[in-house]
């Protein structure tokens, strides 16, 4: 298979999941595991790719429905884009990472991933997504500084 058809799947199955369709979850994980099966057979850094986006779109959808493993899902996506050089696609997961983590109310873990975010931006030569990052940085480590026992998931879910 292809990478340009496992894109046109992920496409469709990021449309499915995006307009709340209940194949959507179940499209993504067969988008996902075609993809991890073509990147053992061939190593394509696009197959990859597809590889990535499936993973952190499943993991955004669970950590939706409150379902534990979301967050992980992006992380482990976002260390292998790093390990393998993809370092603008793990930015994104990072970022991803961060706000999951912040909606699960574990800012220390968001201000980590927007630290790799940053790093990984850098790498990318996207220095105004690095700055974004380093920001949100600095304010999450105020924000949890000044008040230790606030629950940010709470707060960040309520808009």
Known sequence: MSASVLHHELAIALVLHRSGSPDGRQALNAVGLRARAEWESDADLEVARVMIA???AQGEAE????MPPGARRIEAAAR????HHLYAEAA???RSVA???LRENEPE????AAAYAMQCA???????WAERSRVFCRLWQERITA???MDWGAWVRSG
């Open 80 to 83: 292998f884009a790093r390990e």
């Open 122 to 128: 850098q790498q990318a030569g996207d220095s105004a």
């Open 63 to 66: 950590s939706d429905r409150s």
């Open 92 to 94: 994104a997961a990072f």
């Open 147 to 149: 008040y230790p026992d």
């Open 54 to 56: 499936a993973a952190v």
């Open 109 to 112: 873990r968001a201000v980590e």
């Open 99 to 101: 706000a999951v983590s």
